[in-house]
């Protein structure tokens, strides 16, 4: 009797440990099995010194979870956003997105930065996690592994289209070059536009170096007013873009400034003020109302409804294609098993989204076209000019 017991028991043992198997596929990777969601989670800064990017990434994504959700969701469920606050704080960043693992998010959508993008890959990686950036620029970043994605426009290929511009439409022949060391956003922007001002005849006259955070910029701008040049390639963020600026107003410099993404943020003229003025910012995004149609019109007008008719940028644009692009994958896989449906992601091809059509290359790099260059006017960014991409 006390045998039957025991045979019966391993049998019962044996077929929760298969019923286990079957639904649990890989150890490692979250499922999506269970409850009336799916959950991705948002990895950015909504404090701290780039709150704007982390800001205005979750804005798009709550637009395009809400669009998705009147739908009737993904899959026969609601999509929902777990919120990962790092404060701009690297070091924090890594915690935050275990924990966001941890709570069984499928994908995460983040970081709106390079750097830190770079550390949260290397943790999604492993947890085979799908990680979708809609700001990471800079270069290293779907190296790390293949559930890393970003939708963003590169640098590789907008810095050279925008020193083209420069070069032969504004006529700039000299310029100063300054980048933010220890920043690798602004040190792999630096690294791009140098080939690219050389390709394109444009002489770097000076070089300097800054700090992330500093405020006082008098010894640079004194030696770059020894100087003859037509403008500044800036390659960091806004804050110090802003401040070193007003630096070069007050030293008597009227040159105008011209970088990437890093410097998009109201913040660049609430803090510069009248000393950024013509400053020139490029993006994969911008309001362009004359030409606006479609979903992109209709993005534009729902933000605005929703944000007392201030303009989206990039951020909130990128935010609400990375999650738009993440639910089509779930439906062509018919699955929200990362491991399952990052192979969908990787063959997306001319996905039509808010900031144009966008199709991942062999290596899950976006294909984009156009830059759009915009310039500061009246204290708003205003497109200056839009370059088509090869």
Known sequence: MRKRIYLFALVALLAVALLAAGCGGSKDAPKAAGGDTIKIGFLGGKTGAHAHYGIETLKGMQMAVDDINKAGGVLGKKLEIVEGDHGSNSSEAANVTQKMITQKVVAIVGDPTTGITKTAAQICQPAKVVLLSAGAVGTGVVEIGDYIYRDTLLDAVAAPAVTKYLSEELKWKKVALVTTTGLSYSESLTAIFKPALAKYGVEIVAEQSIMEKDTNFSAQVTSLSQKSFDGVIFTGYYTEGAL????????????????G???????????GEKAVEGSMVYAGFAVDSKNAVGITKEFIDKYQAKNNNSKPDMFAAQGYDAVMMLAEAMKKANSADPTVFKEALAKTKDFKGVTGTITFDANR???????YLQEVKNSEFVVKTVIPTA
């Open 244 to 259: 070193f600026m007003k630096e070069m107003r007050k030293q008597g410099l009227n040159q105008v400034m011209a970088g």
């Open 261 to 271: 993404d890093g410097l998009l943020g109201q913040e660049l003229y609430q803090l």
């Open 365 to 371: 790099e976006p294909i984009k076209s156009p830059v």
